[in-house]
């Protein structure tokens, strides 16, 4: 495996939070569920506020969701190189009704190594996987399929509800690491390249149809690639406007300083630049006193700015919050000068931006807090 990606993920479930944790052991996936208003564990969900759903005792890989129309989330992870799926009841209980006995497992593929990238909700109950599949020095593509809302393979997506596409022919990589769905069905992916002469990533986003295949009015052919000149560009967030637009964050090398960099894009509908945005339709955050390295993740308000959180090199234990208006210029209304930096002694803060994933671990005393009490005090800072 050559990225894992077990992770705290969090995802807003009505007026609460839905937080999974795999346990180290592969015992199981540890969920629990916040009240949003005060970061007390929700009661009526699991026991207490937690369910530990069993996973089968290959389990090797997993800890992404995607949150249905009906509220129930579904896990998704890879056993043994196949795909892994069980979704959950509202009240954290697994769903009967789904797969076989609330679990959907894939055969694997002889010969190859599958990693689960992005999993997404689709509409009509469905849910999108993503994988990246690859062998010793043969084979590197994107696998997509999409499972229906009884767990079964979506015969309409794909072939038999599988699509695969090979983004960087030859032996280079490419890994989707976030994605949208937008109003009229089309997913829109994002993430990067990887060359293999250069071994340089480069930012890449696709758009596909419903049915898989790739929408030829966005961008070229279907996929945006990063300019040129943003050089060790990567795409780690996505989020969709109300106008259609799309908006990118992620990082790349400042060629002046040779030190990575916070960027920000914004696409028109159409996957072209929109260049009213930033410079040029660019944002680079190498202008910021407290610069922002890497944007894990980002959201937007309701005014139109957008708050982009990451971290700083060296200081990977730092977490860095900064607020943009609509147009891409920095709001010196936010914090001092647009930043806030949280660097208190109690967060341990782990970060693998590239791939859009962080970990908090907060303490007291030396000793980890429990979630509740952590979840209030990172309420506290975070709101």
Known sequence: MRFGNINTKTFTMKANLLFLLPLLLFTGL??????????????????????????????????????????????????????????LLE??????????AGIAVGMPDSGLTQDIQTALALPGNKTLIVLNAYGQD??????????????????????GGLARYDFNPGTGEEYFT????????????????ISPTADLPQGL??????????????????????????????????????????VLSGSTADLSTFAFLGIMLRLNANGQLDFTFGSAGVVRLSTLASRLNFIADMAR????????????????????????????????????SGVVVIAESHLSIHTWP???????DVFSCGEV??????????VEQFG
């Open 205 to 246: 986003v696709v758009r596909l149809n419903p049915d898989g295949t790739l929408d030829p009015t966005f961008g070229s052919g279907g996929r945006f690639d990063a300019p040129v000149l943003l050089v060790f560009s990567l795409f780690s967030s996505i989020r969709l406007q109300p106008d259609g637009k799309l």
């Open 354 to 360: 590239e791939y859009r994933y962080a970990a908090v």
């Open 301 to 336: 308000a309701s005014d139109g700015k957008w708050v982009i959180a990451g971290t700083s090199f060296p200081q990977f234990d730092t977490l860095r919050v900064a607020r943009l208006n609509a147009n891409g210029s920095l709001d010196n209304t936010f914090g001092i």
């Open 91 to 100: 009240n954290g209980q697994v769903d009967p009704s789904f797969g076989n």
């Open 30 to 87: 540890l969920s629990f569920r916040a009240n949003a208003q005060d970061g007390t564990l929700d009661a009526t969900y699991g026991v207490g506020g937690r369910a530990l759903t069993p996973v089968p005792s290959f389990f090797i890989q997993g800890g992404l969701l995607a949150v249905d129309a009906q509220n129930r989330a579904v896990v998704c992870g890879v056993v043994e190189d196949g795909y892994f799926a069980t979704r």
């Open 178 to 193: 976030a994605g949208v769905v937008q109003p009229d069905g089309k997913i829109v992916l994002a993430g990067f390249t």
């Open 138 to 159: 043969t084979v590197d593509e994107t696998r997509l399929l999409v499972l229906d809302a009884s767990g079964q393979l979506d015969p309409t997506f794909g072939v």
């Open 369 to 378: 807090l429990q979630p509740e009490t952590a979840v209030t005090y990172l």
